[in-house]
């Protein structure tokens, strides 16, 4: 390699690598076991979807939103139609809102399941990874009953939802939650104060709340550094003014924290969805005067949710046609990824996988 000093040795970590989550590559110079440089290489999934939305109407684009972060899509399709009802000047029923509220929570539950069962393997513990994906699937279970999918759900859609929640949905869902809840006390004992995860976790890959606000990291990367910033608080969306939770906080910045602080949402995210169903309001779940092609009057809109990945949002244009003119996805995983470069320089080999996984990114986010 051009470049390389006599002493250093530069490999890859990916693509194709089991703990990068992903389609992922990353160029590593290394001195020993220390990096001097790291180069993140990203685009393998890149399949132009920013584009394609512009040739399809309003309702198509909600599919393509399904495959940005396809372990969290709930809250893509939620982001995606409250950007197009600003445009088209619809507001969802209070029905509606409150199922939102209900998917989008049990989705970050699935998916910081599957951090936290993946994140156990990246570290060397196999067994969590089993519990998660018990509980996982039943969510699972859940979401197939109500929309028929289990990943591409397509199930919030302009200016409501796809189907109304039964009482036999809701009755599982409640019986879910009671299961759940003592199941956070068993991962504590499985994983977060196991003494070896700890001391791979704990004192790594700090990151300073100055240093996470200079990045724009977002969601619990930004939260594991301590910074009070949550987008269903400072700027809320489908009423979630109306639910009481905590937003959790790290001391550290370290990796522990940003894992603790999405074992922490998993707890609030339950609060939410038990408060949404006991108010769950009577009355339609689709909003009147949706149309089947719609044709927003030119102008612009943007909207923003707080995804499980963070801050996630979209700005869509239109110039008065049955497809947006430009839209663009504010992706987390896409700016949450950019600080490796800096951060894991100086950090031990055995290190960055302990790094890279408490970011949590998805590269279908990313690449888009």
């Given at each position: ?242 639910y009481e939770f905590d937003v959790p906080l790290g001391k550290t910045g370290s990796c522990w924290d940003r894992y603790f602080c999405r074992v922490q949402e998993m707890r609030q995210s339950i609060r939410i969805i038990e408060a949404a169903i006991a108010k769950l309001p009577a009355g339609p779940f689709m ?82």
């Open positions: 390699m051009s470049g390389l000093k006599s002493d250093q040795l530069f490999i890859n970590l990916g693509p194709q690598h089991p703990s990068t989550h992903g389609v992922l590559r990353i160029g590593l110079t290394i001195n020993g076991e220390v990096i001097v440089k790291a180069v993140p290489d990203i685009g393998y999934l890149h399949r132009g979807t920013e584009k394609l939305a512009e040739v399809r109407n309003y309702h198509h684009c909600v599919v393509l939103t399904d495959r940005w972060d396809y372990v969290a899509a709930m809250p893509n399709n939620l982001v995606f139609c409250l950007a197009a009802e600003k445009l088209m000047g619809v507001k969802a029923t209070p029905r509606a809102d409150a199922l939102r509220v209900i998917m989008c929570e049990m989705n970050r539950v699935a998916s910081h399941l599957l951090f936290f069962g993946t994140y156990g393997i990246d570290l060397g513990a196999y067994t969590p990874f089993l519990y998660a994906f018990r509980e996982r699937e039943m969510i699972l279970d859940l979401f197939e009953m109500i929309c028929g999918a289990r990943l591409t759900y397509n199930y919030i859609r302009l200016g409501g939802v796809m189907t109304d929640a039964s009482e036999d949905w809701l009755k599982r869902t409640k019986e879910f939650v009671e299961y759940f809840k003592p199941r956070l006390d068993e991962y504590d004992t499985l994983l977060t104060y196991n003494p070896i995860f700890m001391a791979r976790t704990q004192g790594v890959g700090i990151v300073t709340p100055e240093e996470a606000v200079s990045w724009a990291l977002s969601g619990p990367n930004l939260r594991g550094s301590g910074v009070n910033h949550d987008v269903r608080k400072s700027d809320p969306y489908s009423g979630y003014e109306n909003a009147p005067g949706v149309a089947k092609i719609p044709k927003p009057a030119p102008g612009e809109a943007y909207a923003h949710v707080e995804g499980a990945r963070g801050d996630l949002g979209i700005y869509i244009a239109s110039d008065g046609g049955i497809s947006p003119f430009r839209m663009h996805v504010h992706a987390p995983s896409f700016i949450n990824l950019a600080m490796l470069q800096e951060k894991l320089v100086g950090m031990k080999v055995s290190d960055v996988i302990a790094l890279l996984g408490s970011i949590d990114i998805v590269l279908g986010e990313v690449d888009r």
